[in-house]
C-alpha cells in the first residue's frame, strides 16, 4: 500500500465514523449526526434570541421545535446497546418541552416590561 492509499482509508473511515452508528451500523441521517448540530441548531436559535416582539405561543413554538430537534439528536446518537423503551424516550421529550417552554415563559413573566 502506498501512502495516498493509507491516507484515502483514513479519511474514508473517519467519514464513516460519523455517518454511521457503532452499535446498530444504520446510517444515522444527516441532521441528527454530531457534525450537523450547528448547521442545524444554529438558525432555530438565532430565531430564538433575535426575533423582536415573540408572543409566547411564537416562543412556545421555537422551544418546541428545539426540543424535537434535540430529541431526534438523541435518538440517533443513542447507546443502542441498552434496553430503553419508547416509554423512556417519550417521558424524556415531553420532559424537556415542558421544562423548556416553563422556563422561557417564566424568564417572559419575570423580566417582561
Not at 474514508?12 to 465514523?17: E, L, M, P, R, T
Not at 409566547?56 to 421545535?65: E, S, T
Amino acid at each position: 500500500m502506498t501512502l495516498d492509499e493509507i491516507e484515502e482509508l483514513r479519511l474514508a473511515a473517519i467519514i464513516v465514523g460519523g455517518a454511521v452508528h457503532p452499535d446498530t451500523k444504520e446510517i444515522i441521517a444527516a441532521p441528527m449526526r454530531m457534525s450537523g448540530f450547528v448547521s442545524f441548531s444554529v438558525p432555530i436559535i438565532a430565531l430564538m434570541l433575535f426575533t423582536p416582539n415573540q408572543t409566547p405561543a411564537f416562543n412556545a413554538c421555537l422551544q418546541f421545535i428545539n426540543q424535537t430537534y434535540m430529541a431526534g439528536i438523541n435518538h440517533g446518537n443513542r447507546n443502542a446497546s441498552t434496553q430503553s423503551t419508547r416509554t423512556d424516550f417519550a417521558w424524556g421529550y415531553c420532559s424537556a418541552v415542558v421544562a423548556s417552554v416553563g422556563i422561557s415563559y417564566a424568564t417572559r413573566w419575570y423580566w417582561a416590561p
